[in-house]
């Protein structure tokens, strides 16, 4: 089966950083672009960062520039969000998902979500 | 990049259609034809329903349709079903591996 499973959330003071982490089965995830999409609470979808099949290349919202670096170990068929100098506005559940070979923005399989949380 | 724009709310009795439109700009929805929808009940991940404005990936009933003019999307949910009761997003590629999605539509059943 196709899955996805982000681990690595929790509670963390402003200003911290935590590692994420999505773990692909099912599929090769080299071959595939793919994305963290946020959601606070009770707010809507946020796209946050994608990274190339290779991992040379990420793109970032403008929210997160700077803090946030998205990688992936293709070996580990797993990839990782260093999400760093936490906000409140940072907390969120942070979805792992995967996009749709040849279609620029549509994204096909998501994970559960891990839940962040920033607070003192 | 500003999120798309979308109704809050949008709601429909059962076996009616209703239509939830996802605005954006010359900059997105205007220019690309990479528009998505998704499908999020409450505590679950988002679903893919429609891709590149009208495709359904395999699965989606075909009672889910979408188009685009100019800047603004729309999807159609045709013959209401209970179980459509939900939160729906639109999103569109934005240039530069960017993409963009809309504040969401609560979609309910009456």
């Known amino acids: 089966e196709v899955q996805l499973l982000e681990s690595g959330g929790g509670l963390v003071q402003p200003g911290g950083s935590l590692r994420l982490s999505c773990a692909a089965s099912?599929?090769?995830?080299?071959?595939?672009?793919m994305t963290w999409v946020r959601q606070a609470p009770g707010k809507g979808l946020e796209w946050v960062s994608g990274i190339s099949t290779s991992g040379t290349t990420t793109s970032y919202a403008d929210s997160v520039k700077g803090r946030f670096t998205f990688s992936r170990d293709n070996s580990k068929n797993t990839l990782y969000l260093e999400v760093k100098s936490l906000r409140a506005e940072d907390t969120a559940i942070y979805y792992c998902a995967r996009r749709l070979s040849d279609s620029r923005g549509a994204f096909d399989i998501w994970g559960p979500g891990t839940t962040v949380t920033v607070s003192s | 990049q500003a999120a798309l724009t979308q109704p809050p709310s949008a709601s429909g009795s059962p076996g009616q259609s209703v239509t939830i439109s996802c605005t954006g700009t010359?900059?997105?929805?205007?220019?690309?034809?990479?528009v998505s929808w998704y499908q999020q009940h409450p505590g679950k991940a988002p679903k893919l329903i429609i891709y590149e404005v009208s495709k359904r990936p395999s699965g989606v009933p075909d009672r889910f349709s979408g188009s685009k003019s100019a800047n603004t999307a729309s999807l159609t949910v045709s013959g209401l079903q209970g179980e459509d009761e939900a939160d729906y997003y639109c999103?569109?590629?934005?240039?530069?591996?960017?993409?963009?999605f809309g504040g969401g539509t609560k979609l309910t059943v009456l």
């Open positions: 099912g599929f090769t995830s080299s071959n595939y672009v």
């Open positions: 010359s900059s997105d929805v205007g220019t690309y034809n990479y």
């Open positions: 999103s569109s590629y934005g240039g530069s591996n960017n993409v963009v």
